[in-house]
C-alpha cells in the first residue's frame, strides 16, 4: 500500500482559502479528497485520475480545485470562500488499481491519510 501524508488544514474565516497537500510515498493511479464532519458520514468531495479526469461533489463546484504534482507524487486541493459547513476533517485517498477511474466512491480506493482537520468560522 502507498502511504498517504496529508497537510495544510487550520482553522480561517469563511470566505478565506485553504491548499490542503498530500504526499504520497509512490506514484499512484487515482487519488481523491474525502472528508467527515462530526456526526456525519464521510462523503466524497473530488478526485482525479491517471489521465486527468476529475470529479467534484456538487457542494464544492465552483470553490475547489483538485490538482497533482506527478513529479513529486503529490496531490493538492485549493479551497476557495470557504463556508463554515466545509469544516470536517478531510483526508486523502488513493487506488493503486491500474483500471481505476476518476471516483468519489469510498470503496474505491485502498490507501487512506491520516487526515488533516479544517475548521471555517463565521
Known amino acids: 500500500q502507498v502511504q498517504l501524508v496529508e497537510s495544510g488544514g487550520g482553522s480561517v474565516q469563511a470566505g478565506e482559502s485553504l491548499r490542503l497537500s498530500c504526499a504520497a510515498s509512490?506514484?499512484?493511479?487515482?487519488m481523491a479528497w474525502f472528508r467527515q464532519a462530526p456526526g456525519k458520514e464521510r462523503e466524497g468531495v473530488s478526485s482525479m485520475d491517471r489521465y486527468g479526469s476529475t470529479r467534484y461533489a456538487d457542494f464544492v463546484k465552483g470553490r475547489f480545485t483538485i490538482s497533482k504534482d506527478n513529479a513529486k507524487n503529490t496531490l493538492y486541493l485549493q479551497m476557495n470562500s470557504l463556508k463554515p459547513e466545509d469544516t470536517a476533517m478531510y483526508y486523502c485517498?488513493?487506488?493503486?488499481?491500474?483500471?481505476?477511474?476518476?471516483?468519489?466512491?469510498?470503496?474505491?480506493?485502498?490507501?487512506w491519510g491520516q487526515g488533516t482537520q479544517v475548521t471555517v468560522s463565521s
Open positions: 509512490s506514484y499512484t493511479y487515482c
Open positions: 485517498a488513493a487506488s493503486m488499481r491500474t483500471w481505476c477511474r476518476s471516483s468519489l466512491g469510498q470503496d474505491d480506493y485502498n490507501s
